[in-house]
């Protein structure tokens, strides 16, 4: 369904998806094409419309949905990105004004989770939206059992896990950093509690491969910025710390973006004063990393990553200290 929202107040927080490199290769600021030769090489794409941070951002076929955001105050914008014709267009707005949240896609929607309901008094949202862009049209879905800004998503069959995050709606480290996961069954719009992350953190990156859901980063409750990655089995409901850490710790990008059986994690925030440009690629199969590959063009953290074919496209973020977002759509060859 379509629903009005209110605008929300400024706000001093982080969020980072997956995103944001430092150009070692020059494409100028028209390229307007993914690259076609032979990799790695960066491109510079069609810019976001407005310069914005923290939204949920994934592929829906042919087309990128990035919803809601900051953008000098938080937005119930949805943004859809044409990845053929190079172009952006406006769909409905989404139920409410969102940032900090979560974005995946299946069966042809775009479902957003969680964030943050800004402004005095400003609390985690539970909320889950799902957008059809066939139909134009928004759906109110069951909440999760845990309001949380900054958490994970991943999703594995017909379900879809959110994990971690925190209370805490200042962007990450701000506060009340969670280990708590639950699944969401699409057939029959119910959360279930399922087994906990090995140790409690926000501001987290999850990708799905091969069956099995990975987790990237992020930030502890002492405020430390982490390396590590885990691995949780939906079928024991089990998670193991044994997946080697990534070469970088970071957190505030709360997506990776995977190409066959390899996971890209771009950009983020390691706690200095502006986003990360690091380009880290982990193969699952050998469970190893290749760190240094080439940076993106536009070092930000709060993007959004998703992986189409065989490229990897980082939109919107910000460039600490937070607020000061950006409208760099950029696209990653291997």
């Not at 937005?75 to 707005?93: E, K, L, N």
């Not at 501001?203 to 502890?220: E, N, P, R, S």
């Amino acid at each position: 369904m379509k629903m009005n929202m209110s605008s929300r107040s400024s706000r001093n927080y982080i969020l980072l998806v997956a995103g944001a490199l430092a150009a070692a290769l020059t494409v100028t600021a028209d390229a307007g094409a993914a690259p076609s030769g032979p990799g790695p090489a960066w491109a510079t794409l069609a810019s976001v419309p407005t310069p914005v941070e923290g939204m949920s951002v994934a592929g829906v076929g042919n087309q990128i949905i990035a919803a809601c955001g900051f953008a000098g105050g938080d937005t119930a914008t949805t943004r859809i990105y044409d990845i053929a014709s190079d172009t952006w267009s406006s769909g409905a707005p989404a139920p409410g004004t969102n940032s900090e949240s979560a974005g995946t896609s299946h069966g042809g929607l775009l479902y957003s989770l969680g964030g943050r309901v800004s402004g005095p008094g400003s609390l985690a949202r539970a909320d889950l939206w799902a957008y059809d862009r066939t139909t134009d049209l928004w759906t109110v879905l069951a909440p999760m059992l845990t309001a949380r800004a900054g958490l994970g998503i991943a999703v594995q069959d017909n379900t879809i896990y959110a994990i971690g995050g925190r209370t805490g709606t200042g962007g990450p480290g701000s506060g009340g950093v969670l280990a708590t996961v639950e699944a969401y069954d699409i057939d029959t719009d119910t959360w279930t509690p399922v087994a906990s992350l090995p140790s409690a953190r926000s501001d987290l990156a999850a990708a799905t491969v091969g069956g099995k859901i990975y987790v990237f980063g992020g930030i502890d409750a002492a405020g430390t910025f982490l390396n590590d990655v885990d691995v949780y089995d939906p079928i024991t409901n089990a998670w193991s710390t044994a997946p080697a850490d990534m070469p970088t710790a970071r957190a505030a990008f709360y997506a990776v973006a995977t190409k066959g059986g390899t996971v890209y994690a771009i950009g983020g925030w390691d706690g200095g004063s502006s986003g990360l440009s690091t380009n880290d690629a982990y193969k699952v199969a050998s469970d190893t990393w290749t760190s240094g590959l080439l940076p993106m063009p536009t070092p930000r953290a709060e993007a959004g990553a998703v992986g189409h074919g065989g490229r990897i496209y980082i939109v919107g973020g910000s460039q600490p200290a937070f607020g000061a977002s950006v409208d760099a759509n950029e696209v990653f060859k291997p």
